[in-house]
């Protein structure tokens, strides 16, 4: 029988536009909801308003967004995909504990339901405006940039589903729509993951030729730039020579990361690793989503925050991440270690770990942080105790002190998402520079070695972590840059790629998720116990890509392919 689903393929309504071209009804009025074609073709406003809205995306499950549409990724949701990784647990699950347990399928992915038809719905939108783009009337200059822009954006969200696919359909530049052959199998056909990233790859490096070095005059801060499709492209060629994907060279990829360090444009920020994440534009930051009062995102500070203070406690960081975090003599933290006292487990940490997570004694917000037992503000002894942590562990990372936590409604969730900053271009070329040239090797062409570009990260001003010896081995180094990856990058939507990118994740997303009771004794010190914070974590083959949803199986009545295990 025939089903009544259209395939996100070829269905797609712009989050900004209607376009209709339905005739009128018999009361001939005219809907206020939308704007006909020709007012966007004739328009140069509107369509330029058309572009920069594909940046973002329109809410396609509950919760999904709040207080303004999606954009890449998940960013700033109440659920993050740290929670869906080691790194956190969220607090009252938010359709990520089934992806937690294994338990995803294709009737029912959870929180990571939503990127297939955002992706493919955003393509669509991208390729009838680069197909009307030529009849628009403004100077051939602002058209190619618009068009790097276009192409910058559809290759983003392919790079988006290769990441949780792999093989993906190619549309090229078609705009197709609800006359189409559906009966047409080449519609349907995921291609190979190589075309898939070859495809993107090129449409990153077309994008670059056609955009403008840096945000100023009328390209305002937000839009994408030369250096952001490089950057991007850098990743993806990453991920392509990366086990899972096995599609590429390192070489490929530590030359794709060096053109972003050879524009000389970026640095590490200095003003706080902290700070970094509160502020738009940095040096570090080479694309990122902006946020207005009229735009703020999930109130992260009454989301993230301990039940002590108002909040919801959300992604509650696990023991598993906690126990990363090196020594400030960057040793690991454990009892072999002479700056490690059990007594006191978050003391002399990598500052980063600080930054990060907010632990039982912590300064936060005019008092310390008390998850402890019994008579802890912040325990399940404190107030509004179902928002007490799973793990013992509190967020900061993002939080902004100055916002407020209780009735932030409106006065907060201004932060910058960044999506990809010079941090992870080091970290993207000292990884690929490892596996193609060694530690102290240098390719054609570049100008540090693997271990320079991460050494330059952890000597960044108020982290200052202990330099790299120069003496380290392949081995070694890979563990380290997997490391600095771990700590530096957490919970920006890196940790759940990279474990499947590895072909670890059958390792770690099997572990599991680690929390801690903190009892405080009679004598005033603590006691700390282990403890499970969410059972049946489990991870199969088959999760190293997600499925696609049934509904678009449905929709290409069965011709859109499966994938393995589903």
């Not at 956190?88 to 297939?116: C, H, K």
């Not at 937000?222 to 086990?243: E, F, H, I, K, M």
């Not at 403890?531 to 011709?559: C, M």
Request: glycine content about 8%.
């Amino acid at each position: 029988m025939k089903n009544n689903y259209k395939s996100a393929v070829f269905i797609a309504i712009s989050s900004l536009l209607a376009l209709s071209a339905c005739k009128k009804n018999f009361l001939e009025t005219t809907a206020t909801d939308r704007i006909p074609t020709n007012t966007l073709t004739s328009d140069t406003a509107v369509f330029e308003a058309y572009v920069t809205n594909e940046y973002i995306g329109t809410r396609l499950q509950d919760k999904e967004a709040d207080g303004s549409n999606p954009g890449f990724g998940r960013g700033f949701e109440y659920s993050m995909v740290s929670s869906m990784t080691d790194e956190s647990v969220y607090n009252n699950d938010d359709n990520t504990w089934l992806i937690q347990r294994g338990q995803m399928a294709p009737e029912n992915l959870g929180a990571m339901g939503v990127f297939w038809a955002r992706s493919y719905r955003s393509i669509r939108e991208c390729n009838y405006a680069l197909s009307v783009l030529q009849t628009i009337g403004m100077s051939t200059g602002h058209k190619n940039m618009l068009e790097g822009e276009l192409r910058f954006i559809r290759a983003f969200r392919y790079l988006d589903l290769i990441r949780n696919y792999g093989r993906v359909v190619l549309v090229g530049d078609k705009v197709l729509g609800l006359t189409d052959n559906l009966q047409d199998p080449a519609l349907f056909k995921r291609e190979t993951i190589k075309a898939g990233i070859d495809y993107a790859a090129a449409e990153f490096a077309a994008a670059a030729a056609k955009l403008p070095l840096t945000n100023s005059g009328t390209w305002v801060l937000g839009r994408a730039t030369r250096g952001a499709a490089l950057a991007l492209r850098g990743r993806l060629l990453l991920y392509a020579a990366s086990p899972l994907y096995a599609t590429g060279s390192w070489t490929d990829a530590a030359a794709a990361s060096q053109e972003v360090i050879a524009l000389n444009l970026y640095g590490i920020y200095q003003g706080g690793y902290a700070n970094m994440f509160l502020i738009n534009e940095t040096n570090e930051a080479i694309f990122e989503r902006l946020f207005t009062k009229n735009a703020n995102h999930t109130h992260l500070e009454i989301a993230n925050g301990p039940n002590g203070y108002g909040g919801w406690a959300g992604n509650t960081p696990m023991q598993n991440l906690v126990d990363v975090y090196q020594m400030t003599n960057g040793l690991p933290a454990n009892s072999s270690n002479p700056l490690y006292n059990a007594a006191m487990p978050y003391a002399n940490r990598d500052p980063r770990f600080a930054a990060t997570i907010l632990y039982n004694g912590a300064a936060y917000r005019g008092r310390n942080v008390e998850t402890f037992i019994p008579g802890g503000l912040d325990s399940k002894d404190g107030q509004d105790n179902w928002n007490t942590t799973k793990t013992g562990y509190y967020l900061k990372k993002f939080m902004n002190d100055a916002y407020p936590l209780q009735n932030p409604w409106g006065f907060a969730g201004f932060q910058p998402w960044i999506y990809i900053r010079y941090a992870e271009v080091l970290l993207n070329y000292a990884e690929a520079s490892n596996e193609a040239y060694g530690p102290q090797g240098i390719g054609p062409g570049a100008t540090m070695t693997a271990v320079q570009a991460v050494n330059m990260i952890r000597g960044r001003q108020g982290v200052n972590m202990p330099a790299i010896p120069a003496g380290i081995n392949q081995t070694d180094m890979r563990t380290a840059i997997r490391y600095e990856r771990q700590v530096e990058l957490a919970f920006e939507e890196h940790r759940f790629y990279d474990v499947r990118r590895w072909k670890i994740a059958e390792v770690t997303e099997n572990q599991p998720a680690m929390g801690v009771i903190i009892t405080k004794n009679a004598d005033g010190t603590f006691t700390y116990t282990p403890k499970v914070a969410l059972d049946g974590r489990k991870f199969e083959t088959k999760h190293y890509w997600l499925p696609i949803p049934r509904t678009e199986i449905l929709s290409s009545n069965n011709q859109l392919e499966q994938n393995p295990g589903y």
